[in-house]
C-alpha cells in the first residue's frame, strides 16, 4: 500500500474501534462512571496505572478501588485520613500492591491539595512539550514524597527505554478531543499532536507489518519512530490511529 492507500485503510479501522459501544470491554470504562472532571482524571489514572493483563480482572480491581473510594474518587483523595488507608489492605494487582497503592493514594493527595491537580502535575511547567516530557515531569514530582523504591517500577520512565504505555494511554483518554465519546478530552492545555502512541504487543506487531516500524523492541525509541510514521499520515491526531493498529492486532489477528 502506498501512503495514501495505507491512510485510508487505517481511516477505516479507527472509525470502526473508536466507538462507545466496546467502551464496556475496556478499561476506559472506569472513568466513564463519572462527569466531575476530577473524578474522571483520577479514576482512569488508577484503572490505566493496572492495565496489564486480562480485561475482566483490570475491570474488576479498577472498580474495587472506585467503591472503597465510595466512587466518588476526588472527595476521596482530598479528605482520607491515614486511617481509611486500611480499606484497601491486601490489595494487589500482579506485581501492584497495597505498598505502591498507598504510596499513590498519598501523592494524588499532595498533587491535588498542592500541586493544582493531575493535568498540572503533567503539564503545568511545559504545556506545549511532548508526552515524554510530561510524563517525566508527572514521575519527579509524583516521587516526590517518601516512598519504597519497589513503587517506581509502576510509574514507567522513559529516560530509561520504557514504552510507558500505559501513561501515554492514560494521557491519550485525557487529551484526544473528537467527540466521538470514548476519550475524554478534557485536558484543554496539550495538543493532541504532542501525544505518543501507547505501544504494546498487538500495535508494535501490526506496525511493523505495515512497515510503520522497524525497531524489533517494543521501548521508547520504537514509540519515536513510530510515532514520526504516525504524524505522516495525520500530524494533528496520530494517536488516533491506536484504535486501529491495536482492533486489528487483538481482534482481528492481523
Known amino acids: 500500500m502506498n501512503r495514501s492507500e495505507l491512510r485510508d485503510f487505517l481511516e477505516k479501522k479507527v472509525d470502526e474501534y473508536n466507538a462507545p459501544h466496546l467502551i464496556g470491554y475496556d478499561p476506559i470504562s472506569i472513568p466513564h462512571r463519572y462527569s466531575k472532571k476530577e473524578d474522571i482524571e483520577i479514576s482512569a489514572f488508577l484503572a490505566a496505572t493496572i492495565a496489564w493483563g486480562q480485561r475482566k480482572t483490570i475491570i474488576k480491581n479498577a472498580s474495587f478501588l472506585m467503591e472503597r473510594m465510595e466512587d466518588s474518587p476526588h472527595e476521596f ?123 504494546d504487543v498487538h500495535t508494535g506487531r501490526v506496525s511493523r507489518k505495515l512497515k510503520l516500524l522497524k525497531r524489533k523492541q517494543n521501548d521508547w525509541k520504537a514509540v519515536a519512530e513510530l510515532d514520526a510514521s504516525l504524524r505522516k499520515l495525520d500530524p494533528e491526531d496520530p494517536v488516533k490511529y491506536e484504535f486501529a493498529l491495536f482492533g486489528l492486532g487483538a481482534f482481528e489477528g492481523f
Open 77 to 199: 483523595i482530598t479528605q482520607f485520613e491515614e486511617s481509611d488507608l486500611e480499606r484497601f489492605s491486601g490489595f494487589v494487582h500482579r506485581t501492584f500492591n497495597e505498598v505502591d497503592l498507598r504510596h499513590f493514594l498519598l501523592s494524588l493527595k499532595s498533587i491535588y491539595l498542592n500541586h493544582g491537580g493531575l493535568e498540572n502535575a503533567f503539564y503545568g511547567s511545559q504545556p506545549n512539550e511532548s508526552g515524554k516530557v510530561a510524563i517525566m515531569s508527572f514521575r519527579e514530582l509524583f516521587f516526590n514524597l517518601p516512598h519504597e523504591p519497589r513503587t517506581q517500577k509502576h510509574v514507567s520512565n522513559p529516560e530509561r527505554g520504557s514504552s510507558a504505555k500505559r501513561l501515554n494511554m492514560y494521557l491519550r483518554w485525557m487529551v484526544r478531543r473528537d467527540n466521538r465519546g470514548v476519550d475524554f478530552g478534557i485536558w484543554q492545555t496539550p495538543s493532541m499532536s504532542s501525544l505518543s502512541i501507547p505501544l
